[in-house]
Each structure stands twice: as C-alpha cells, then as structure tokens.
C-alpha cells in the first residue's frame, strides 16, 4: 500500500480498514472545528461511519479516480489529505485536506500537499490539480497560494454546510506553469 515519509515525524500513508477506530476518534474529537467547512461530519456518527468511507476511498483508488492517505504525525493519525478526485480522462485532480485542531499550524498540510501534488505530477501524470477552499476560509487559501498555485475566480454558493451556501476559490496548478519546477524531480 501507498505509503510516503516526508521527515521524522510525519508520513502518509493510504488509509485501510484497521485506521477506522483512528479516523472516527480524529473527527469525533474536533468536530465543532471540523464541521464550520466539511460537509459530512455530521454524517460521521460512528466507528462504520469511518469505516465505510475508507472502504469507498479503497474502491475509489483501486478504480484510479482518487487517493485518500492518513496524515500521521508522531505516530498519531492527525488528518488526511489526498486526491478527492481524479478525472483521467482529462488528467486532472483535486486536492482536499483536513487536519485535527490540535495539529494545525506546524506546516503538515503544506508539507503532506507538497508530496502529494509531487505524486500527480510524477506517478499518475496529472496535467491540471486543483485546490478548491471556502473563500472565508483562509488558513485553507493560504495553502493552495503557499504551494504557487494560481487563483482562477469564485464559484458562488457551490457548496452547502448546513443552512449555509459557500462560494469556492478555485486555485490550480497546471504542468506548464513555471512553478511546477520544484514538484518535478529530473
Ligand atoms: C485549513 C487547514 C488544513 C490548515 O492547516 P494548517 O495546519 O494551518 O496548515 P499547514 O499545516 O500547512 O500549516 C500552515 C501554518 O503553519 C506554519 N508553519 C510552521 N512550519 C511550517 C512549515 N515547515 N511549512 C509551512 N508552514 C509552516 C505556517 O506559518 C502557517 O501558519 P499560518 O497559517 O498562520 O500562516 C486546517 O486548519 C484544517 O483542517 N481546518 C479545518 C478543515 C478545513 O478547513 N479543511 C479544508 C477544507 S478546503
């Protein structure tokens, strides 16, 4: 299985069955943090919830259409990060993360996104990856805009949280771009 260690203390690694009791505890504990921008940690009641969905993201990476791999950092699962989807036919993917609270800010979102944008590019041979955050929601911009990805405008009310409509800035990231030179290795 998929996995990436990016330093001493942090590695991805492709989410499986036995990560379920981890990831629900993850979300279970930070959910008023994590549910102002996810959609679906409502939905996430219990341990089958977690497990259901990593059974649909192996699916999901068996079929080439996405990568979901845990964030670990000091042998705790903080997080995931990944492909959210991949569209072969036109060689592109989109980006999604999320981190625990308590883990933010130490640049793991932008280290694991480094590796996993260097992953697009090099092993699945992605033309286009984007970023897509909630505009307000700007510790996730400064993700895409650290990573010199380019803004490309606002999707207006594309996404419901609740009773709430939010706009989407949508940030790429494109293999003739000039930035791009540091995610591909010669
Ligand atoms: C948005 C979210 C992923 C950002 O996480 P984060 O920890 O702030 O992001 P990073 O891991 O890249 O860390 C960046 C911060 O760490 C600091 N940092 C420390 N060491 C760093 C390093 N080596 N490299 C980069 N940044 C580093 C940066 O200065 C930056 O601080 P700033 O945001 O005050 O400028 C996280 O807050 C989260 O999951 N939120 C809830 C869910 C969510 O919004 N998901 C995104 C939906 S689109």
Not at 15 to 44: G, I, K
Not at 138 to 144: A, E, F, Y
Not at 157 to 171: M, S, T
Request: aromatic share 10%; net charge positive; charged share 25%.
């Amino acid at each position: 299985m998929f996995k990436h260690v990016i330093n001493d203390s942090l590695y991805l690694a492709l989410l499986e069955p036995r990560h379920s009791p981890a990831l629900f505890q993850a979300v279970d504990d930070n959910r008023d943090y994590l549910r102002r921008w996810l959609p679906w940690v409502d939905a996430t009641q219990q341990q089958s919830d977690s497990r259901q969905f990593i059974d649909w993201s192996l699916k999901q990476f068996l079929n080439g259409n996405g990568m979901h791999t845990g964030i670990w950092f000091e042998s705790i699962l903080v997080g995931v990060v990944g492909f959210a989807s991949i569209n072969s036919s036109n060689s592109s993917g989109s980006i999604g993360y999320w981190l625990v609270e308590s883990a933010q800010g130490n640049g793991l979102v932008t280290q694991s996104c480094r590796a996993i944008i260097r992953h697009g590019f090099c092993k699945l041979k992605l033309n286009r990856i984007e970023i897509r955050c909630a505009v307000d929601n700007s510790g996730s911009r400064r993700i895409p805009e650290r990573l010199g990805f380019q803004y490309e405008g606002t999707l207006r009310d594309v996404e419901k949280i609740g009773e709430r409509y939010l706009d989407h800035a949508v940030y790429s990231l494109i293999r003739r771009d000039n930035d791009i030179s540091q995610y591909i290795q010669k």
